[in-house]
Structure formats: C-alpha cells, structure tokens
C-alpha cells in the first residue's frame, strides 16, 4: 500500500504517494528526478548518496522514505540559493577539489553539515568528519583545504 | 572562464536518438549547420596510438582523420574528441591547447566527447596518451583554422594576410583598425570543409598565453551543483531499470533459474537471452526486490585457487617470457660481485573501484541503437554492444557523458554489452547500473604477478649484475635505467594477455597497468643493494643513474624533502623510489611512521617530482599527481581482492578499503619546467611510485623488507618479526 509521505524538498513542499519502505536514494532519483545524489555502494560505506535531513548529511541509500516524513530535505540541487552558491561549492571549485565528480555532490553535503556543526574546524576535525566519505581520484587534500577556506569566508554563519 | 557559464558537455541540438543518423558526409554537415569544418589527419601527425585505424568513425564522414573542430556562425568552436572525461580534466587541458593555437578565448569552445557519431575515431582514454597523441592533431586542426580565418578576412579587406593580426577570436588589420571582424562573422553564410594535407606551422610554445597557465577546471561548476550527468543519470520515457543475476563464483556455469516468485511482483519483467539473466522494473529498487526472488542453479565452480596459493598456480602455467632488454653477461656480472641477492616479489589482485560503478542506458529506436556509458572506450563499446545483437557498428551510437572515475576498468564495456541486449529483448529503454557488489565481481582486476629479480654489487657498492624476470605484469615499466654493465630483463604474459588458465576472473590494465608492480620490485631491490653497500639510498641511485631526466627529478625530490644522507635503516622512516612512465620521469621521497606493536602504517609525507615535457595545465597535472599519490596508497596498504575457489570474498567498501581523508599525508609536489619538449603523460606516471616508496620508508623505519604488496598490518608484523 502506498502511504503519503510529506516533506520538504530543498525549500518546496512535497507529497509523495509512496511505499514508504523504499529507499530515499532511489525515490530521489527515480520518483523526483533529483540525480544529484549518487549511487556508490548500496551500504552506506561512501557516502556518494549523501542528502540533508534537517540539515544533518544522512545516507539516503539507507534511508528509507517514510523516514523523510515532515523532515526537510536537501539535495546538493538545492544547495546554491537563488542562483547563488554556497560558499562550500564554490570553495570547491576554487581549490579544484573534484575529478571525475562522482562523489563531489556527497563531500559537499557531508561538508556543510560538518561546518553546520563546527564553524571553525580544525584540520583533525574536517578529517575525522569526511572520513566516511570515499573519493577515488585522490582529491582529498584539497577538498581538505576547500573546507577550511569555506570556513573562514562563512565566518562561523551556516 | 566565467563561473557562472555552466559548460555543456552534451549533445544539446540533439533531442531524440533518431535526430542523428546521418547517412552521408554531406547530411552530416547538413546538420551541423554553417561554419567552418576542419578535418585533421596528416601522416606525421597520426599519433602511434591511432596506428591500427581505421575501423569506422561517424557515419557518413570520412575515416581517414583524427581530429576534426567547427567554428560556428555564432563564434563558438566546437572540438569533437573521441577522449572522455572521467577526472582527469581534458576538457579543460585540450580546449586549452585548442584556444591557444587557434587564437580564440578559452570560453569559446565547446568540447564534444567521446560520442561516435559525432567525434572520430579514437581507441579509448588510457595509457596517459590523451595530452601526447591527441594534442598534437588538435593543434594542428586549429592551426589551420586560423589560417582559413585569416585568408578569408584577406579577401574580405582585400589586404594582405601579412597585415592581420588574429587575437581572441577577432581579425584586425594592423594598418586600419576598422577593418575588424570576429571569426563568428567570418564563418556566417560559410560551409568551408578543410582537410588539411601538409603540416601546419604550428606556434611555438613561447608563443602560447593559454597552455601552460593554470585554469580552474571547466566542468566544476556542474561538478558541485549536481548538473553534471553522468550515464545512470540519463532519463528516457519509459525506461526500465535491469539488475542482473549474478554467479556466486566465477567458472559456476548457469543450469537453470525460476523466476515465478519474481514475476509475481507487478512490472516485473524477466528477460532470459542465453546465460544473461535479468529483472526489469520502472523502479530500481523493486528490480533489486525481484533479483533477490530469482531462484538460479548454477555449476560448482571448478576453479581451485584463492589468494595464497595463487601465485604457485601463476607461476605453474606462466607463459615463457620475452626478452625486454639486455646488454653484457651475466656470467661476467656474477664473478665479478662481492654480493648477490635474490629476492622475488608479489603483488595481489587489485579492483579499479570507481565511485560510480560501471552503467549504461541502452534505447532501440528503429534500426538504430543509442547507447549513454560510462566508459573509457566508447568505439570499442559501440563495436562490442553492434556485435552483441548483429547489427553493424553504424547501427550503434555510443554517447559518453562524464564518467564516474575509471583507472582503465572502463576499457571493458560489458555492461554496454548488457544493457543493449537487454533493451533489445525489452523493447524498451533500458538501464544497467551495476551494483557493488557487481563491481567487485565483473570488474577486470590487476593481474596478481610475480618479479624475481637476482643482482649484485662489486666490493665498492657499484651494481655489476641485473636479472629481472616478471611474470604477469606485463613489461611497461620493467626495464632498469642504471649503469650495470650485465644485465637482462624478460617479461612472461603481459597484464591482461595471459593463458587462459591464469588467472580465476578477468584482469586487465590498472592505472600505469604493469609499471606499480615492476617499480615496486625494482625500486625495493634497488634500495636493498644500497643498504648492503652501506651507502645512502638517494646516493646510490645518483651515482649509479644512466638517464639524465631521471637524475633531475630525484634531485629536485630529494632538494625539496631536505634530504639528509645516510645509510639505511636510518630509523627515520625516510623512503625513496623512482620510475618513468608514460615518457615522464618522476621520483618520490616518503616518510612514514610504523606502530610496531600494530603494523600499521601512517604516511606523513611525500614529495613527488615530475619531469613531464611541456605542462599545459600546470594545476591540472599537480591535481593528477596528488591523486596518483593517494589512490596509490591503496594498492600499497590495503587493497588485495580475495576470493576462493572462484568466488571473490569482497563484494564492498567494508572489506576492501581504498584510501580515507586520515591516510593522506603532507604532500608537495614539483613539476620541471621543460618548455621545449613535448607534452608527455601526466596522470598515471606517479602512481608507479607509490609501493616502492612505502616499502623503502619501512624498511628505512624498521629494518624490516616487504616483498608483497599490499603491506598489511599482518605482512608488516610478519616483516618486522624476521628482521
């Protein structure tokens, strides 16, 4: 039986007529059309599939949709508002800390959920808070300093 | 480039798959619309690579060119590559080179790639070749586009050529300023097709204002807003998502499967086509619902090996070797050593793992077939899927979009394969996205290999004997660049040529494919000979170098660590290695710290030199570095398929762990600036490094000599034990 699921969706309400016990990675991908969020290992263990939920990086691959309901969601789509990009995006690019991109979406997220929590971060603690997040290029070093410079242009605001 | 510009990597004039099938050169062009199309292909020019073509580019377009740029009426030049991106960034080093010679704005070109409909013929993105054989065709195409350019804005002023002057996409007569036009102007109204014959002047590297600066990459911004498609992000009308029944071994022949309690799911479609096995839904996770109701009988596997008695098994039925090279007698080298070592070395298979694991959207309209990949070879996709289900390779059009990392695994196209017969069958558009544990299964690995290496050093610690014997690995990296008067090197099996019966699943080329296993076994015996002369490992490698390049860059590595000599193990930790690949040279110095108690290992630093020719983007080739330098830690520490009797025992990220956020050390690197040679190989060259350079640190930190990669915590306790 498909259940109502209601949330919102960077920013925008949604209804969803649903299976509520389907994973949240492939109703985002499927359903709404959001591909932002990547598929990497099904499990949990790299984080390609990361999304916001109330503003924490949660692994939508094991997240089901029934436990998105009345939470707010965000996607890396809706990171950038009005047009504008969030100083977590746009350290990333200045530091170049991407290759192929793939796993880019989830740092990012990961990233500014971390940042969220810890304005000012020091090196150990970006590390210790990416480490569950894979990247395969070996982009590490920069997306590292792509974080603490978006931390110092946030100047500790979210 | 402006920032806010997203970059199209894409095929925007192209809605429907059935917009594209051009049946002649002159539809072809038709469609393209106005402009001005050159066409590249001058012996001279023809890079080695391209050797074997031609086996068929676009429909309906000559094959007999290699690089192939439009400038359009709007101004805009478009550069059609037969190379994809998968990270390693020409899309933005190629549109460099290309804005460079032809005198246009960097923002100004739109890169096609990778589609072979549209680009020609090229035989996939591997073996660092892109920069170094593409390049040069490249240039050339945009030479002699700007020598069309500057006749036609000749006739039009009715000057002399000699008295323009072509700057950022716009023609200006020096002695009349009003006589200026941009190329987009020059193009209007015209179908000019080139096909240059002779050799273009190409400017010389002084003259470039593009090359050789470092540009922020063009496809970031779609990188970090999500807008970048990748080929499971593609959506078509009425798609099917397909997951694939899976043997539990390799060599487990299929017998039978029942699919009732499968079809019983509504939407489930089963297709059955010989051996391949598959559920399709309009959702993937119901399709993933329905594999799992699959009910299959497969063979016992025959096969017998796992990953400890592997290598008996691999040297049992390894083929006999070629000779790579030799000079001297050995027999002359061995009376002549006051000490001879004989070590061999082992390296186990290693997964390419890619974040996004091999996928393809495969749609059958009419008597064509479109297909959207990832993949590092789409011709060879494209040949592959039209042999798959008889249709001819002009009846397949393989699109890349940007690829999710591909380190040579994608080179196989076997989802391609997949999910064309799958659409076939279906009727319908069709998605194969493997899952993980797909991957770690039909992923072609690094051939496990074996080197035995027997050398020796005279009474002064100079090298006077060399016989290196490698089994597997193939020969690119095996040969020595020391002074040692005797020596031979012989190569059995390259890395994916191997008997049949080698190896329990499919290998084939890894990131620098047979070079990380030579210069680990290399560099470690190296460094073996330079402790037993009690000289300084830096030192002994200096003074025993027969090539100059590479006594540059270890000079400039050891100049930028700081290098203090002395003779192994110095209990500092300090590693050093050096190698060539891809026609670049480059040496690393590493310091690790080893948790004796743990055997764990903790990379602190590594400073990486490269000589690699001229540098386009000099950013770019720093990034390729850093990555080489970090993915190569994995094959180092950690990453070791294991399997049994045909099964592999990894199926994920819990048991096979590639590098992490805390393994990554302090890391600087140096690029020579060598602006009179060539471009030559940027993204595999320091990778080869990495095993050697870990293992030396050890060594230099314990006393303690690994000879099998990878150096696990067991290996390195075992080490440390007989030390």
């Known amino acids: 039986m498909p259940d109502i699921i209601s949330f919102k969706l960077n920013d925008k309400p949604v209804r969803l007529k649903v299976d509520g016990d389907r994973p949240f990675l492939w109703v985002l991908r499927t359903d709404l059309a959001l591909t932002g969020a990547k598929f990497g290992c099904?499990?949990?263990?790299?984080?390609?599939?990361?999304?916001?939920?109330?503003?924490?990086?949660?692994?939508?691959?094991?997240?089901?949709?029934?436990?998105?309901?009345?939470?707010?969601?965000?996607?890396?789509?809706?990171?950038?508002?009005?047009?504008?990009?969030?100083?977590?995006?746009?350290?990333?690019m200045e530091h170049d800390a991407l290759q192929c991109g793939f796993c880019t979406p989830g740092m990012i997220l990961t990233a500014v959920s971390l940042l969220r929590e810890t304005a000012k971060p020091s090196r150990e603690q970006i590390v210790r808070g990416m480490e569950q997040n894979f990247c395969r290029c070996g982009a590490h070093t920069r997306i590292i300093d792509a974080i603490q410079s978006a931390a110092a242009e946030m100047k500790g605001g979210r | 480039m402006n920032p806010s510009d997203h970059l199209t990597l894409d095929f925007t004039d192209i809605k429907t798959a059935a917009d594209l099938y051009p049946q002649s050169r002159r539809e072809f062009l038709k469609r393209l619309g106005g402009g001005i199309f050159i066409f590249v292909a001058v012996g001279d020019l023809v890079s080695a690579q391209e050797g074997s073509r031609p086996r068929g580019g676009p429909p309906g377009l000559p094959t007999d060119f290699n690089a192939f740029l439009r400038i359009g009426e709007n101004g805009r030049v478009t550069c059609f590559t037969g190379k994809i991106e998968m990270g390693q960034g020409p899309i933005t080093s190629l549109a460099q080179m290309l804005a460079d010679e032809l005198d246009t704005p960097l923002e100004s070109v739109d890169m096609v790639m990778g589609d072979t409909d549209l680009c020609p013929y090229d035989m996939g993105t591997w073996g660092s070749m892109t920069t170094r054989f593409f390049g040069p065709p490249l240039r050339a195409a945009a030479a002699e586009a700007r020598a069309v350019l500057l006749e036609l804005a000749a006739e039009q002023f009715k000057v002399p050529q000699s008295q323009l002057v072509a700057k950022e996409g716009v023609i200006v007569d020096r002695q009349n300023q009003a006589n200026r036009i941009t190329y987009g102007q020059l193009a209007k109204g015209q179908k000019i097709v080139r096909h240059l014959e002779a050799k273009p002047t190409l400017k010389d590297p002084s003259q470039f204002t593009i090359s050789g600066k470092s540009v922020l990459r063009r496809d970031a911004k779609d990188k970090v807003t999500g807008k970048a498609r990748y080929a499971g992000d593609i959506r078509l009308p009425g798609m099917l998502y397909a997951r694939i029944l899976r043997p539990p071994a390799h060599g487990a022949k299929f017998k039978s499967v029942d699919a009732a309690l499968a079809k019983e799911i509504p939407g489930v479609q089963v297709v059955q086509d010989g051996d391949l096995v598959a559920v399709l839904h309009e959702l993937p996770d119901v399709a993933d619902k329905a594999l799992g109701k699959l009910e299959a009988e497969f063979e016992p596997s025959p096969l017998r090996t796992d990953d400890r008695n592997i290598y008996d098994h691999l040297l049992s039925v390894a083929p006999a070797g070629h000779m790579v090279a030799q000079g001297?007698?050995?027999?002359?080298?061995?009376?002549?050593?006051?000490?001879?070592?004989?070590?061999?070395?082992?390296?186990?298979?290693?997964?390419?793992?890619?974040?996004?694991?091999?996928?393809?959207?495969?749609?059958?309209?009419?008597?064509?077939?479109?297909?959207?990949?990832?993949?590092?070879?789409?011709?060879?996709?494209?040949?592959?899927?039209?042999?798959?289900?008889?249709?001819?390779?002009?009846?397949?059009?393989?699109?890349?979009?940007?690829?999710?990392?591909?380190?040579?695994?994608?080179?196989?196209?076997?989802?391609?394969?997949?999910?064309?017969?799958?659409?076939?069958?279906?009727?319908?558009?069709?998605?194969?996205?493997?899952?993980?544990?797909?991957?770690?299964?039909?992923?072609?690995?690094?051939?496990?290999?074996?080197?035995?290496?027997?050398?020796?050093?005279?009474?002064?610690?100079?090298?006077?004997?060399?016989?290196?014997?490698?089994?597997?690995?193939?020969?690119?990296?095996?040969?020595?660049?020391?002074?040692?008067?005797?020596?031979?090197?012989?190569?059995?099996?390259s890395d994916w040529n191997a008997p049949k019966n080698s190896h329990p699943f499919g290998t084939g080329a890894w990131r620098a494919p047979g070079n990380n296993t030579n210069t680990f076994a290399r560099e470690s015996q190296i460094d073996i000979m330079a402790a037993a002369a009690g000289i300084d490992p830096v030192e002994f490698r200096m003074s025993q170098m027969a090539d100059a390049r590479m006594t540059r860059v270890l000079k400039a590595a050891a100049d930028?660590?700081?290098?203090?000599?002395?003779?192994?193990?110095?209990?500092?930790?300090?590693?050093?290695?050096?190698?060539?690949?891809?026609?670049?040279?480059?040496?690393?110095?590493?310091?690790?710290?080893?948790?004796?108690?743990?055997?764990?290992?903790?990379?602190?630093?590594?400073?990486?030199?490269?000589?690699?020719?001229?540098?386009?983007?000099?950013?770019?080739?720093?990034?390729?570095?850093?990555?080489?330098?970090?993915?190569?830690?994995?094959?180092?520490?950690?990453?070791?398929?294991?399997?049994?009797?045909?099964?592999?025992?990894?199926?994920?990220?819990?048991?096979?762990?590639?590098?992490?956020?805390?393994?990554?050390?302090?890391?600087?690197?140096?690029?020579?600036?060598?602006?009179?040679?060539?471009?030559?190989?940027?993204?595999?060259?320091?990778?080869?490094?990495?095993?050697?350079?870990?293992?030396?640190?050890?060594?230099?930190?314990?006393?303690?000599?690994?000879?099998?990669?990878?150096?696990?915590?067991e290996r390195v306790k075992a080490a440390m034990q007989k030390a």
Not at chain 2, 681 to 703: F, Q, R, S
Request: glycine share 12%.
């Open chain 1, 42 to 92: 099904g499990e949990g263990h790299c984080g390609a599939c990361t999304v916001l939920v109330d503003n924490v990086a949660t692994r939508s691959c094991l997240l089901k949709a029934k436990d998105v309901q009345n939470k707010e969601v965000t996607t890396i789509e809706g990171v950038d508002k009005d047009g504008k990009l969030h100083p977590v995006q746009k350290a990333f």
């Open chain 2, 328 to 493: 001297g007698d050995l027999e002359e080298g061995k009376k002549a050593a006051a000490k001879t070592f004989e070590s061999t070395y082992f390296n186990s298979y290693v997964a390419h793992a890619p974040i996004e694991t091999h996928t393809a959207l495969a749609t059958l309209e009419g008597d064509k077939m479109t297909i959207w990949a990832s993949t590092q070879n789409p011709f060879g996709a494209r040949d592959e899927a039209a042999r798959a289900i008889g249709f001819s390779s002009q009846q397949v059009r393989v699109i890349t979009p940007f690829v999710g990392g591909g380190f040579g695994g994608k080179g196989q196209n076997r989802q391609v394969v997949q999910a064309a017969r799958l659409a076939k069958a279906a009727g319908k558009p069709v998605q194969v996205m493997w899952t993980r544990e797909d991957e770690f299964f039909w992923d072609t690995f690094r051939p496990a290999a074996i080197v035995k290496i027997s050398s020796g050093i005279d009474g002064s610690g100079k090298m006077v004997f060399w016989d290196y014997d490698v089994a597997y690995a193939g020969d690119r990296g095996s040969q020595h660049f020391y002074t040692i008067p005797h020596h031979r090197t012989t190569a059995r099996g």
């Open chain 2, 560 to 713: 930028r660590f700081g290098w203090a000599p002395a003779k192994g193990p110095s209990k500092r930790g300090y590693g050093v290695a050096c190698g060539a690949d891809a026609g670049t040279c480059v040496a690393a110095i590493a310091e690790v710290a080893v948790d004796g108690k743990k055997g764990t290992v903790q990379v602190k630093r590594v400073v990486c030199a490269q000589e690699m020719g001229q540098v386009v983007n000099p950013e770019g080739a720093k990034i390729q570095m850093e990555g080489c330098i970090t993915m190569g830690m994995g094959y180092a520490l950690t990453e070791e398929v294991h399997f049994k009797n045909g099964e592999v025992l990894d199926t994920n990220f819990d048991s096979y762990e590639i590098p992490r956020f805390s393994w990554v050390p302090q890391i600087e690197t140096v690029i020579l600036d060598i602006r009179d040679s060539p471009p030559q190989g940027g993204g595999e060259p320091a990778i080869i490094l990495m095993g050697a350079v870990i293992a030396n640190a050890i060594y230099d930190a314990t006393g303690a000599r690994l000879f099998q990669l990878p150096m696990t915590p």
